[in-house]
């Protein structure tokens, strides 16, 4: 594929204008002290191919609060751990209400509608701490792994701010509890799920740890089968369905690959047999998704005609 290349350092170049265009359109995530300190006018982004090839712009080395991010690592985890068991705690079905609803919960009897939502993340996280004897630092270690690096570490001012603010996530979880699906005491969910949302990343380091939902399965970059390949095809599934919360309509008509935000402002987006993308500006549209984030995909992904429908 000669030429393959320079097409996307071309279409590259056009993304500072797309960032600067839709700057002050959303809002950087105010309810999270630290993540409201996060200067919001500044993006990156990041492709990897599967051959291992990088692209890059903007601040694609710059690391951030991978926040929601997580949850697409935990759930790979928790496949792996703990198999099919994890499609008896949550659904497979997107969620209309925001991402941290609690009606949700209510409304089905306990089972969260997916594993993306912050409720649907707190089941698979009490599958985790039940089947791992370091919960705390399994998905840190993983991931480290997955790009062979030993420079990804969860920061604990993020983690103790969202733990100080987080009623609502404790509701959630209480909520869990009552309908006998949480294994484990909340507080202890919750201080793993919060070690887990405050992991520092780049766009660089997400794409690379992503590569293997591109690959069957597969890290290309140290040849470990993370899941199977039909799981990575399910994953690939929820992400698409569920991965941008009740903007995943939206995000399917407009840009046509599964993908999972996070309210630090990254999404990272997988082109199944192809590449990964992980694009991140702070501002967020009103279902806590990144406006300049999102249009960086749009364009991207249409020019390189990379839409799964
Ligand atoms: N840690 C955040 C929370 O619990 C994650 C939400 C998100 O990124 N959408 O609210």
């Known amino acids: 594929e000669v030429g393959a290349g320079e097409r996307i350092e071309a279409l590259l170049s056009d993304i500072p204008d797309i960032a600067y265009a839709g700057y002050g359109e959303g809002a950087v995530a105010d309810y999270i002290p630290g993540l409201r300190e996060v200067p919001p006018r500044q993006y990156g982004v990041a492709i990897a191919c599967q051959d291992g090839t990088l692209y890059q712009a903007g601040e694609a080395g710059q690391q951030f609060s991978i926040q929601s991010i997580s949850k697409l690592f935990t759930l790979a985890l928790a496949l792996r751990l703990a198999g099919e068991a994890v499609w008896a705690r949550v659904g497979r079905d997107p969620c209309m209400r925001k991402f941290n609803s609690v009606s949700e919960v209510e409304a089905n009897l306990g089972i969260p509608s997916n594993p993306f939502i912050n409720a649907g993340a707190l089941a698979i996280t009490d599958l985790i701490v039940s089947h791992s004897s370091a919960p705390r630092r399994i998905l840190q270690d993983l991931l480290r792994r997955l790009i062979d690096t030993d420079d ?158």
Not at 189 to 202: D, F, G, T
Request: charged share 15%; hydrophobic share 40%.
């Open 152 to 309: 990804i570490f969860s920061d604990p001012r993020i983690a103790r701010g969202e733990a100080e603010v987080g009623h609502r996530n404790a509701a959630l979880g209480y909520l869990l509890k009552d309908y006998g699906n949480l294994d484990n005491r909340v507080e202890d969910v919750l201080s793993v799920y919060y070690a887990h949302c405050a992991i520092a990343m780049s766009c660089l380091e997400l794409a690379q740890s992503a590569l293997f939902l591109a690959c069957d399965g597969v890290s290309p970059i140290t040849g470990q089968r993370i899941v199977s390949a039909d799981q990575t095809r399910e994953i690939n599934a929820v992400l698409a369905t569920c991965g941008m919360y009740n903007g995943a309509g939206e995000f399917a008509f407009k840009v046509g690959i599964p993908a999972k935000s996070g309210v630090g402002g990254g999404i990272l987006a997988i082109v199944p047999q192809r590449m990964t993308i992980c694009a991140w500006s702070p501002e967020l549209d009103p279902h806590g998704n990144s406006v300049v984030g999102q249009r960086i995909l749009q364009h991207l992904v249409k020019q390189i005609r990379a839409s799964v429908y």
